[in-house]
């Protein structure tokens, strides 16, 4: 059971291990959005917007609906939106400890 939760762990992990990947999540995060909105916002190609959304997918991050002649994607799970949070929490604390070590060697 440990194991199998283990193993979930690390593809959830490797789904979101891409900077493009993060930043479509974050999209998500606010409101569901088809291919081109998303295309737009990011302003990148379709093909690579199309590439990350198919992982995300395959890995059950993203689900996509179906409306009309587009695809509407919603993140799976709304706790994801609070795990970008926390790492972006995460990266700050780290942020504040470079500057404070940075301040200490100036003033050395």
Do not use: C, W
């Not at 440990?2 to 789904?15: G, P, S, V, Y």
């Not at 930043?23 to 995060?29: A, P, T």
């Not at 970008?84 to 940075?102: G, P, T, Y």
């Amino acid at each position: 059971m440990n194991r199998d939760i283990q193993q979930f762990k690390a593809e959830f992990f490797k789904a979101l291990a891409h900077p493009l990947r993060i930043r479509i999540l974050e999209i998500l995060s606010v409101g569901d959005r088809n291919v081109n909105e998303l295309q737009t916002i990011l302003g990148s190609e379709g093909s690579a917007v199309s590439q990350q959304l198919a992982v995300l997918r395959s890995k059950n991050v993203v689900t996509g609906t179906k409306e009309g002649t587009s695809v509407i994607y919603s993140l799976r799970d709304p706790l994801i939106k609070d795990l970008l949070e926390v790492a972006r929490r995460i990266f700050d604390n780290h942020l504040v400890d470079a500057i404070s070590l940075l301040e200490d060697i100036r003033k050395g």
